[in-house]
């Protein structure tokens, strides 16, 4: 199973950008998307963005033109993009791995947005 860390959270000032990365052990064998979730208290996780094994990007409507998703294939690890940060976009943010039989996830990193 791979395993994920995410990194990069923290305090941010509204209007401010933030780079979250996710370190894999590797990246899956075969078919695989490397997504971004984000989860509130009380509330279900939400899908934000994820990049294919081929690089086609696919993003929540809600995020799109702020966010970025990309990845550093030798490394292997993945990163997102967070511009004009909104206290909207206080969560945890996860990072996970599907490939055609298996998911992982990460421990999740908070991003907490506040003047």
């Known amino acids: 199973q791979v395993q994920l860390v995410e990194s990069g959270g923290g305090l941010v000032e509204p209007g401010g950008s933030l780079t979250l990365s996710c370190q894999a052990s590797?990246?899956?064998?075969?078919?695989?998307?490397m997504a971004w979730y984000r989860q509130a208290p009380g509330k279900e996780r939400e899908h934000v963005a994820d990049?294919?094994?081929?690089?086609?990007?696919i993003y929540n409507p809600s995020v799109e033109g702020r966010f970025s998703i990309s990845r550093d294939d030798a490394r292997p690890t993945i990163f997102l993009l967070i511009d004009s940060l909104t206290p909207a976009d206080t969560d945890v943010y996860y990072c996970c791995s599907v490939d055609t039989t298996d998911d992982s996830w990460g421990q999740g990193t908070q991003v907490t947005v506040s003047s």
């Open positions: 590797e990246y899956p064998s075969g078919y695989y998307v």
């Open positions: 990049i294919s094994k081929f690089g086609i990007t």
